[in-house]
């Protein structure tokens, strides 16, 4: 396997088009060839080899995460937006939850809403039985957290101990954007195009794949200075091009 390998350095990087964000670091695009050797005579000699298969690839750091190039490094084509704004959970809506164990403490207790981070000031909040026929009482069976929306069962109230309920509320939702995890999905493929430009010469190099698509993994670091990820896209023979199947690597004169 003959491999080479074109560490470009930072850069920018587009997906179907979309500028997703400045790549640092080491960004190395990755071309590695399997070479079949025709031999003959004796002692065999290679007289002729031959490329029987290419890989194509490009390794990066994102240096800027968002929401949208997280999708699509995570093989996504796209994240929900939220805008904020006031909701409600009416009581026509049967809402259920079924109250749980905190790992926290032996308490138990339900969330309301979308999600933690995701919505926030919860007011208005009822809580029935499923038959809807009894009321609980805030303080006596039941306290809320108008912040989080978690609704934590009063031991000793009327509520039984992992009771599934029926609740109404109200809530304001957070702005921004949404990754989902953990549902089937297909890993989407992309025109992958990156461009460094030489800070000497202000020539750029470009890598381009057509069809590009990430391995699904996708790790995200905190640390005390900037969130960086590493993100690799390997390319997909694009059966309509015949020069260039998997994608091309161009340097400006």
Known sequence: ??????????????????????????????????????????PKRTIVQVIEGTSMSLKAGL??????????????????????GAATVVDGDNEEHTFRADPTNDL??????????IATTFSSVV????????TYTVTTDY???????????????????????????????VAGDQVNV????????????????????????????????TDGQFNLPFGD???KTDVTWEALEDTARTANSLGYIFIQS
């Open 225 to 227: 200075d900037f969130v």
């Open 182 to 213: 953990g549902f089937e999905q297909e890993i989407n493929d992309c025109l992958l195009q990156f461009i460094h430009t030489n800070p000497r010469t202000l020539k750029e190099t470009s890598v381009v794949i057509w069809k590009a698509q």
């Open 63 to 84: 240096a800027e995460i968002s929401a949208s190039n997280m999708a699509m490094a995570m093989g996504q084509q796209a994240s929900v937006a939220w805008t904020a």
């Open 143 to 173: 306290l809320v957290n108008a912040t989080t929306g978690k609704v934590t069962r009063v031991d000793g109230g009327t509520i039984t101990t992992l009771e599934t309920v029926r609740v109404s509320y109200a809530y304001v939702k």
């Open 1 to 42: 396997m003959a491999t080479d390998h074109i560490t470009l350095g930072s850069g920018d990087l587009y997906l179907n088009g979309v500028h997703v964000g400045y790549l640092s670091g080491e960004v190395t695009a990755i071309v590695e060839n399997a070479v079949k050797k025709f031999q003959s005579g004796v």
């Open 108 to 117: 138990e207790f339900i969330q309301l809403g979308p999600g933690p981070g």
């Open 127 to 134: 809580v029935k039985d499923l038959t809807e026929v009894t």
